[in-house]
């Protein structure tokens, strides 16, 4: 006779040896009703109901969904309710699982209902509402249950559709959910990853009152509009006088990217192919700084593309439009980008990506762009901004005193980082895997 295979995580609190249960979601979740409603029927001003909207799940709502602690629309006044069953109103311990995604890895995302403050709440367009059949498990086990990759993994397989992916009330019913015995072990494991929740919002917090500073800084340090000064001057320059102020073709070269054509036939995965630098390398860019790219072309690729050098500044004409960044890395772009040369007379470097991503030149942009059909920037629109000019040691004092907040936020943004891939590998150790499962 076969052995049954043991069900435990690789990661266990001492004194729990018990095999975990399998059981699909159906025997310990009962699926309740959802309403319909669309953003347009919701508010964030007042009413008697609110309403856990799919979009907001996605986005910005815990694991484990605390009502004090989130903004959540109410239902509008004018719309009836009176025909919803008591029992498809939210309760502590329920599961909210979002059933439409563009994206796979957001395909059925979830949170957990912990507190709910005895407010009127109910789950709404584009989701499932799971309630307990019984107490197990605990509240609070199940927010990270959903979370756990053996579970994602699941609902990814069983999500269908083209540019819209949905999951069916049958088809997730059928996933195989894990869970100890012990609701004391189940408690546990929902208190280690909740507390590091905790200390990962406390360090989202520092992140963005860094943020704020910075903006604020930015506020300060450069002139408003039509203004030839900025509020706050360092101490031994406020007698230099005013700033001059001209377009940016008096002080600076665009230079247009290329693509050789058709790209597809100049693409490499050879590691002598030269860096072919585009606008979505952005996404991993740190403090405006591009020191990755996820493509290469051929050489011969590259004599048909501007090549450019590390340590200059490119600036997006298209998508995020206005945005300058750093090169720390060689290759080549295409038209999607310009490159600044010639500009060194006027400006210090580290000044000038500091002034060039700044409010007061990207509300330009989008003052002279304004009335586009398609969203991008002219090299006609970028040479009519004006900038500001004065010495190079005003410039490099700035520059620093950014500079400065600028390596805070990324040492921030790094332990953030961190503490996220920690979790991760907690959520990987802490469950079984989808193998061991065996589904």
């Not at 609110?50 to 694991?63: A, L, P, R």
């Not at 693409?267 to 979505?280: A, E, P, R, S, Y």
Request: aromatic content about 10%; proline content about 3%.
């Amino acid at each position: 006779m076969n052995k049954k295979k043991d069900i435990v995580p690789k990661l266990r609190f001492p004194g729990f040896e018990e095999n975990w249960k399998i059981e699909s979601l159906s025997k310990v979740y009962d699926l309740k009703i959802t309403n319909s409603f669309s953003r347009d029927k919701l508010n964030y001003k007042d009413g008697k109901v609110k309403n856990i909207h799919y979009g907001d799940i996605h986005t910005k709502f815990s694991t484990l969904f605390n009502i004090t602690r989130e903004d959540v629309p109410y239902i509008n006044k004018d719309i009836s309710i009176e025909k919803i069953d008591k029992a498809n109103f939210c309760q502590e311990g329920d599961i909210v699982i979002a059933d439409a995604s563009e994206d796979i890895d957001d395909i059925g995302k979830s949170i957990e209902i912990v507190n709910i403050n005895k407010e009127k709440v109910l789950a709404g367009l584009h989701t499932f509402l799971a309630r307990r059949i019984d107490s197990n498990p605990v509240i609070g086990y199940g927010g990270y249950l959903f979370k756990s990759n053996a579970i994602r993994e699941q609902i990814k397989r069983e999500a269908q559709g083209a540019k819209v992916l949905g999951i069916s009330k049958g088809r997730i019913s059928n996933i195989k959910l894990c869970y100890p015995n012990s609701p004391k072990e189940q408690q546990k494991i929902a208190n280690c990853l909740s507390s590091l929740d905790e200390v990962i919002t406390t360090e989202t917090e520092k992140l963005e009152l860094l943020q704020d500073h910075k903006k604020g800084l930015l506020q300060q340090l450069f002139p408003q509009e039509g203004e030839t000064q900025p509020k706050y001057r360092f101490p031994e320059f406020k007698n230099d006088g005013d700033w001059e102020i001209d377009t940016f073709s008096k002080f600076i070269k665009l230079y247009r990217g290329s693509s050789p054509r058709p790209i597809n036939q100049f693409l490499t995965k050879d590691q002598d192919g030269v860096n072919w630098i585009k606008i979505g390398d952005t996404k991993k860019a740190k403090g405006f700084k591009i020191s990755e790219v996820e493509e290469k072309i051929t050489v011969l690729g590259s004599k048909k593309s501007r090549k450019v050098k590390k340590g200059e500044l490119i600036l997006a004409n298209s998508m995020s439009y206005g945005a300058t960044y750093e090169l720390e890395l060689e290759g080549c772009i295409y038209d999607g980008w310009f490159v600044l040369r010639e500009f060194e007379d006027s400006y210090d470097r580290g000044f000038l990506i500091q002034l060039l991503n700044s409010n007061y030149l990207q509300n330009q942009y989008k003052q002279l762009a304004a009335g586009g059909i398609v969203q991008n920037i002219s090299s006609e629109i970028v040479y009519a901004t004006l900038l500001p000019i004065f010495s190079k040691k005003e410039q490099q004092k700035i520059a620093v005193c950014l500079s400065t907040v600028d390596k805070l936020i990324a040492a921030q943004t790094q332990k953030i980082e961190q503490l996220q891939d920690h979790k991760k590998g907690l959520l990987q150790q802490l469950f079984p895997s989808l193998n061991e499962l065996a589904v």
